[in-house]
Each structure stands twice: as structure tokens, then as C-alpha cells.
């Protein structure tokens, strides 16, 4: 598949994507998820995304085509100022898994993360048995550095 993908902000119409990717119990494993989301909490969450990602401290973005197809979401967080890194997190729609998305979006967020964000560092903590995820993230470039029950993958990204 040879796609033109780009990463925008979240948009109100996004809301049953959101509501579906949130709630689906399998992905909970791999966050701090609990319990689903309310459609009223992820319509606030919505709302909210605009505020600027230096006070935030958090971005997400959602990876589409121009055609406004949806694939997943990607989301920059724990903004770390003083050493120029955030980490990341990423979730392809099942029914496009395995077809490059993520390899694809994780591209684009690096660009995005040196030339709007002017990080130099980013990360994301995954679970040893993830195995799917740490060859995604190894394909593009990050380094596995194990740190108790997760493995750590982080790149320098510096342009």
C-alpha cells in the first residue's frame, strides 16, 4: 500500500473513532486504561487537544489519508523541556494493522516532533511480550534497553 498518510489534530467528527480505540478492552493492556470512557469525557478531551503542546506537556494526533480515511492515533506526552524528549504512543485500528501504518505515522511524528517541537529525544515503554510494537519501533530506528518488567525504546532524533 503506498499512501500519502499526514497527522493532524483531533476534530470533533473524531469522536466515535476515539470512542471505539478507547474503549476497546483488548488495547487496556498496554495503558493505564481501566474502565471505558464516557462519549461526554472524550468529547471534553476533544475540546481540550487544542491547548498548545509546550503548556500541555501532550499532544495527540490522529494518522489519516487525504482522502479522511483513519487509521490510528498517535500521541506525544510527558513533555520533558529541559531535555528536549516526550514519549510516545501508538495505536493502529485493527483492521489496518500489519499493512505499515504505524511504521509510516512513527515517521512522520519524528519529523514533526525536530521541526515543530524542536525535540531531540523520544520514547516509549513496551511490554517485553509485545513483540509486534518492539520491531515497529526497531524498524524505525529506536534502541531496546530493559528496564524491569518493560523494555524501554528510545531514539535521538536530533535534524
Keep these: 500500500m503506498n499512501l500519502s498518510l499526514n497527522l493532524r489534530s483531533l476534530e470533533p467528527d473524531d ?15 498496554y495503558s493505564n486504561t481501566t ?24 499532544q495527540r494526533f490522529v494518522l489519516n489519508d487525504f482522502e479522511s480515511n483513519i487509521y490510528g492515533l498517535i500521541d506525544l506526552f510527558d513533555y520533558d523541556h529541559q531535555n528536549s524528549r516526550a514519549a510516545i504512543g501508538i495505536v493502529i485500528a485493527s483492521k489496518w494493522r500489519r499493512n505499515g501504518f ?24 513496551v511490554g517485553i511480550d509485545n513483540i509486534p510494537s518492539r ?23 536530533n535534524a
Design 15 to 29: 469522536i466515535n473513532f476515539l470512542l471505539k480505540i478507547e474503549n476497546d478492552e483488548s488495547l487496556w493492556k
Design 135 to 157: 520491531a515497529l519501533f526497531k524498524a524505525v530506528g529506536f534502541q531496546e534497553k530493559l528496564i524491569t518488567d518493560k523494555i524501554l525504546v528510545q531514539k535521538t532524533i
Design 102 to 125: 504505524a511504521k509510516s505515522g512513527l515517521k512522520l511524528l519524528q519529523k514533526h516532533a525536530v521541526e515543530q517541537f524542536n525535540l531531540s529525544l523520544l520514547y516509549a515503554y
Design 35 to 58: 474502565k471505558p470512557y464516557s462519549r461526554e469525557v472524550l468529547q471534553t478531551h476533544i475540546e481540550n487537544s487544542k491547548e498548545d503542546f509546550f503548556s500541555a506537556k501532550q
